[in-house]
């Protein structure tokens, strides 16, 4: 009898803490009015995502732009598309004013997407589908399913999670609360960019010309993953990035493997050693004073990701991981650099390979960079250790004069753009006010994550307004993000729009 009477009070302590969590804030009405729209919801989304958005195709990117001004317009907003000079990709700038607000909030989200030429799509990038998770990735055919869609489905296509989610939730959510007749507590500004996945090459100079149009108090950064344990979280910054692509020579023509392989060079292997001697199999990063501007951690940071969930063994599990490089806790190694190879290409495989040595090899690599770290000094770092290496550093294809004058020949091409990390304060109202607002929709607590491991450009935005930044994310961890069969979990769509249901509605400093 004890056991069960405590049992039924920590079962109404539990309904009361969530409902004094909720209390004020939109989170009923908003899901009451998800429940009632959830297919159209997935409509509306589907339509946004079935729209190429390869971030390296001009008129395409344009089509998005004008196709969620006009999705903002008919929410009330004043639209117009930013450039930072004619023929570059365009940023989405949406305004909708509140009477008697006294706070001003930029949501930022971007709308172009990666690639999708990787191998092992199951259906066309753009043409949305409803699925079960993988691996097993069964159809889903939520049109004509009866009652409420699973939460556990998952809706296929190119930036589903990455990032046109967040542009969804928070569409949803003003519908939601307009008919529930709940008017936004603050002024709103959408900034919606058309270029980061090419690195925001234009993203600074667009933001120095608009800086009274994009004038706030507060940031809301709505760009990548939630926590891998599920729980929402905010974070306050993210890496910066730069990165390269590679080519070694080797003979001019392909050689037989038997009569030349113990005497020309194999740019194979020249590929391998390249790569070994920039990092090791640990991760750390071989060049010399590489780690030297990197930002000590502070007290602060370590206090805040020691308190994070333990989630290290689970994705080891669903990751099929015997083992990790670096360190032990996944988010520690958010605030030190990381060197990528996101690519090696020498020769053929499987019913293409050749017993030949190959004329040339090619490699792309990454750097994400931490706090203090810049592109332009990761750069010099580089090439001085290579050069130092015995490599001759070249611009364009060698000539035959330069490949017999030097027997180490590697082009170098640095992607333009590149961005530095972005990290500010995890106190102070603002970061305090949107912490509240997300525990008052959840019931709980938030998570937070000094900054993220991914990059953006978020610090050409953040110091030249000077505003404080909060990371709010809403797509499932395992989104297969950057990767094929991108994808978003219905559950995380629902409880995102409720998220910024919250912060349109709910946000008091």
Not at 88 to 93: G, I
Not at 103 to 113: K, L, N, P, S
Not at 201 to 230: C, R, T, W, Y
Not at 380 to 402: M, N, S
């Amino acid at each position: 009898m004890r056991i069960r009477t405590k049992v039924l009070a920590v079962a109404a302590l539990s309904a009361l803490m969530a409902t004094s969590a909720a209390a004020g804030t939109p989170r009923d009405a908003v899901r009451a009015w998800r429940k009632a729209h959830e297919k159209e919801i997935v409509a509306d989304f589907s339509a946004l995502l079935s729209l190429p958005n390869v971030a390296t195709t001009l008129s395409d990117v344009e089509k998005n732009a004008d196709y969620i001004s006009g999705l903002l317009q008919k929410r009330g907003f004043k639209t117009q598309l930013l450039r930072a000079q004619p023929g570059t990709p365009p940023s989405v700038l949406g305004e909708l004013k509140t009477p008697g607000a006294k706070r001003t909030v930029v949501f930022y989200a971007h709308y172009d997407g990666q690639p999708v030429g990787q191998q092992g799509w199951l259906t066309s990038p753009f043409q949305p589908t409803m699925r079960t998770a993988l691996p097993d990735a069964k159809t889903v055919d939520w049109q004509g399913a009866a009652g409420p869609l699973d939460p556990d489905w998952r809706l296929y296509a190119r930036s589903a999670g990455d990032d046109k989610g967040s542009i969804q939730v928070m569409l949803s959510a003003l519908d939601a609360l307009k008919a529930a007749g709940i008017k936004p507590s603050v002024n709103i500004k959408v900034l919606y960019e058309g270029e980061e996945e090419q690195g925001s090459a234009h993203f600074a100079e667009l933001v120095g010309k608009n800086l009274a149009l994009l004038k706030g108090d507060l940031l809301i950064m709505g760009d990548g993953p939630m926590h891998q344990s599920g729980k929402q979280q905010i974070n306050f910054g993210n890496r910066g990035i730069t990165s390269f692509e590679a080519t070694v020579y080797g003979p001019l023509k392909p050689l037989h493997d038997g009569h030349y392989g113990s005497w020309a060079p194999s740019p194979t292997v020249m590929l391998a050693s390249l790569i070994m001697s920039l990092r090791d199999e640990t991760g750390h990063i071989l060049i010399p004073g590489f780690y030297d501007d990197v930002t000590p951690v502070s007290e602060a940071d370590k206090a805040a990701l020691a308190a994070l969930p333990d989630v290290e063994s689970d994705l080891k599990k669903a990751l099929g991981l015997g083992r990790n490089i670096g360190g032990p806790r996944l988010a520690d190694g958010y605030l030190q650099p990381t060197l990528n190879v996101r690519a090696i290409h020498a020769g053929d495989t499987g019913p293409q390979a050749a017993n030949a040595i190959a004329t040339e090899g090619r490699l792309s690599v990454d750097f994400r960079l931490a706090p203090g770290e810049t592109p332009a000094k990761v750069k010099e770092l580089t090439e001085a250790y290579l050069t130092a290496q015995g490599w001759f550093i070249v611009r364009d294809t060698p000539d035959l004069a330069t490949r017999l004058a030097h027997p180490k020949i590697l082009r170098l091409d640095w992607e333009e753009g590149g961005s530095i990390a972005t990290k500010t304060p995890m106190d102070g109202p603002a970061a305090d006010a949107v912490a509240a607002s997300i525990g008052r929709t959840v019931g709980y607590p938030v998570l937070k994550l000094p900054i993220v491991g991914a990059s953006s450009g978020m610090a050409d935005i953040v110091n030249q307004l000077k505003v404080p930044m909060v990371g709010v994310s809403i797509a499932n961890y395992d989104d297969n993000q950057h990767a094929m069969n991108e994808n978003l979990r219905l559950g995380n769509l629902w409880d995102g729009i409720e998220v910024y249901a919250g912060l349109v509605s709910d946000l008091k400093w």
